[in-house]
């Protein structure tokens, strides 16, 4: 499968632990965004790299979520401290910029914290 | 940034009959609008997309129209069957990054 992977698909965590999503793109996408999506809503915009680099952050992402891509292919996403309202699915997907930045999506993580 | 609004939130129709969805979009840069249907616990799936210098782009049942002045573009599907069931979402590129805003969905439902 040549797609967008994520683990793990699913993670049920106790409030206050840490918790680390992984991403893998297409492997020729120089592009990588990590989205957010609870039931009935669309994808919320969390961040995005584009090679190692991180270009921009939501304010949605605060002092506990951290993410990185240390070598522009893999990216984690990284939440400490899990709060109740952190239970979302967590979206990642790339797209390469010289093809138009057509953004194709991982199945997504996701996380329960109780 | 970039607002993305999406309307309506369900809809529901007969097979066989058409159904449209419409979304506005607030950056006046954005030229990139992608459509993207979501099943219940699948990731979203690309299913059509339209670039600022087209008017119309049509994909056998399916067809996108844009409108740039007005900042609105449209879903519409034509000849529904029962597999179109699904949450379907609009969003557009903003910034000079290439952020992709999504709208809030349209849960359509497609009524044998």
């Known amino acids: 499968d040549t797609g967008v992977s994520q683990d793990p698909r699913h993670k049920i965590t106790k409030r206050g632990q840490n918790v680390t999503f992984r991403c893998d793109p297409i492997s020729e996408h120089n592009r990588l965004y990590w989205y957010r999506q609870t039931l009935g809503q669309g994808p919320e915009f969390l961040t995005y790299?584009?090679?190692?680099?991180?270009?921009?952050k939501s304010r949605l992402l605060s002092d506990r979520f951290s993410a990185e891509r240390p070598k522009g292919s893999f990216s984690t996403l990284e939440i400490q401290r899990t709060e109740q309202g952190d239970s979302a699915m967590y979206l990642c997907a790339s797209s390469y910029s010289a093809s138009g930045n057509t953004i194709y999506f991982g199945e997504g993580s996701w996380l329960t914290v109780v | 940034g970039e607002n993305v609004e999406q309307h309506p939130s369900t809809l529901s129709v007969q097979e066989g009959d058409s159904a449209v969805i419409k979304c506005t979009y607030s950056?006046?840069?954005?030229?990139?609008f992608p459509w993207y249907k979501q099943e219940l616990g699948k990731r979203p799936q690309l299913i059509i997309d339209?670039?600022?210098?087209?008017g119309e782009k049509k994909d056998q049942r399916i067809a996108v129209t844009l409108n740039k002045t007005a900042k609105h573009f449209s879903l519409h599907i034509t000849e529904t069957q029962p597999e179109d069931s699904a949450v379907y979402f609009c969003?557009?590129?903003?910034?000079?990054?290439?952020?992709?805003?999504f709208g809030t969905g349209t849960k359509l439902q497609v009524i044998p």
């Open positions: 790299f584009q090679n190692e680099a991180q270009l921009e």
């Open positions: 969003a557009a590129n903003s910034g000079g990054y290439q952020k992709v805003t």
């Open positions: 950056d006046s840069a954005s030229n990139y």
């Open positions: 339209i670039r600022s210098n087209v």
